[in-house]
């Protein structure tokens, strides 16, 4: 039974570029969350999505970032015209339900430069 | 708001005893997660409490009180391999579940 699985590992982007990040949840599990860290930082949430539905993405920048969960396929963050800021490693988790414990992929190192 | 506080750092010694406090105010709290980070990897789960008292797993344990907004996580007989951020998250019901982290507790253990 495969974990939480992101691609790509590693995701280098000039400025003025898009990044996008894909994370396909555990096997039966409908609910994915998006979170970003900065180094030694926590994880800061970022967006909570269900099976084509957004239910949370109030830690999410109104601008330039959106998500999605597709019927079928990966969820997907994408990040559009990337600054240096956007630098960070970005976690995937993922959980059967809404209130079980989250299982966390292995996130995406994305650099900006 | 939601707010959670944690130590930065804390170092102990191989063998020994450590306790990592967390605080937290937050509105629609629906339970408390410790995870494990190692540098470079993702977080993995450690406990879960959702009623006061202690849980207890092998070397682990994680006391709550939800009166008082307080968790501790408490490592026993620590190994070198301890050595990682301990983060302390609380799910809130918001509408809809969601789990936010505290910064983290960057744990050294030394020999």
């Known amino acids: 039974n495969a974990g939480v699985m992101q691609n790509p590992r590693h995701l280098v982007r000039r400025r003025g570029q898009e990044a996008r990040l894909r994370c396909s949840p555990m096997?039966?599990?409908?609910?994915v969350y998006w979170y970003r860290q900065l180094p030694e930082e926590g994880l800061k949430f970022m967006v909570y999505?269900?099976?084509?539905?957004?239910?949370?993405e109030s830690g999410m920048p109104k601008e330039r970032f959106s998500a999605e969960f597709p019927k079928e396929g990966p969820s997907i963050l994408r990040i559009q015209q990337v600054v240096r800021g956007d630098s960070a490693a970005y976690f995937c988790?993922?959980?059967?339900?809404?209130?079980?414990?989250?299982?966390f992929g292995s996130g995406t190192q994305l650099s900006v430069l | 708001g939601q707010n959670i506080d944690q130590p930065t750092e804390m170092t102990a010694t191989e063998g020994a005893i450590v306790q990592i406090n967390c605080t937290y105010q937050?509105?629609?709290?629906?339970?408390l997660f410790w995870y494990q980070q190692h540098a470079g990897e993702a977080p993995t789960f450690l406990s879960y409490?959702?009623?006061?008292g202690l849980e207890e797993k092998g070397r682990f344990s994680s006391f709550l009180s939800r009166s008082k907004g307080y968790s501790y996580l408490l490592l026993k007989e620590l190994q070198m391999k301890d050595s990682a951020s301990y983060l302390c998250?609380?799910?809130?019901?918001?509408?809809?579940?969601?789990?936010?982290f505290g910064a983290g507790t960057r744990l050294f253990v030394k020999a």
């Open positions: 988790a993922s959980s059967r339900t809404g209130d079980e414990k989250l299982f």
């Open positions: 096997k039966g599990h409908s609910h």
């Open positions: 999505l269900q099976k084509e539905n957004i239910i949370d």
């Open positions: 937050t509105s629609g709290f629906n339970g």
């Open positions: 409490n959702v009623l006061d």
């Open positions: 998250a609380v799910r809130v019901n918001t509408g809809g579940f969601k789990t936010i």
